[in-house]
């Protein structure tokens, strides 16, 4: 999808996705203590803001303005200051180190994703963590949810490839529920977390 296709699904009253942060975020980035984090491809900015909850100096990317407004409006209402960036992020670079870089379900082809870890990879400072969740290949067999194209959908060992230069702490699938309560699902993830040496 291309940045109106997403301003279009983003210009709806309600929210696409939840307004807390996803599971794997909270999980993982609640026992850091808080730094620079910058969220790409953030959407409307759930991880973002609950991570300016936590502390953090927060930065949320994205190629859609209207997701970015909303996130505005959504980060106001919370009390929390997030820097708004507007940006493709085939073209985006950090403008200082980060100490956590977030991808969350963001779903390009292999190619693009490899190129926008890089571009995650070289903003983080000495120490920091890239944290990546997405849907995995997986779940076109055996989960539920996501991109229908096997393009778009990647497993842990396709994310560790695109992690050179980094120390690879985590890379496994990982279980989500979804669905309702009367007809549960789950869905099954990729998530790797790599942090740059010292």
Request: hydrophobic letters at 45%.
């Amino acid at each position: 999808m291309d940045s109106a296709s997403w301003d279009e699904r983003y210009g709806a009253e309600e929210l696409v996705w939840s307004e807390g942060p996803n599971q794997f975020v909270a999980e993982v980035a609640g026992g850091l203590p808080p730094g620079r984090a910058v969220d790409l491809a953030c959407g409307e900015g759930r991880n973002a803001i609950w991570l300016a909850r936590q502390g953090w100096s927060v930065t949320g990317v994205d190629f859609s303005q209207v997701g970015l407004d909303k996130a505005r409006r959504l980060a106001e209402r919370a009390g929390v200051q997030v820097q708004w960036v507007h940006a493709d992020l085939g073209a985006w670079e950090a403008s200082e180190p980060q100490d956590l870089v977030v991808l969350s379900y963001l779903q390009l082809p292999a190619a693009a994703m490899a190129d926008v870890v890089a571009r995650g990879a070289r903003a983080l400072a000495a120490g920091g963590r890239l944290l990546l969740v997405g849907h995995a290949r997986r779940n076109l067999a055996e989960g539920s949810g996501g991109p229908q194209d096997p393009a778009r959908l990647y497993e842990p060992d396709d994310v560790v490839a695109w992690c050179a230069g980094l120390d690879v702490e985590r890379a496994e699938h990982v279980l989500r529920q979804v669905g309702s309560d009367e007809e549960p699902r789950q869905a099954i993830d990729t998530l790797v977390v790599a942090r740059k040496p010292a």
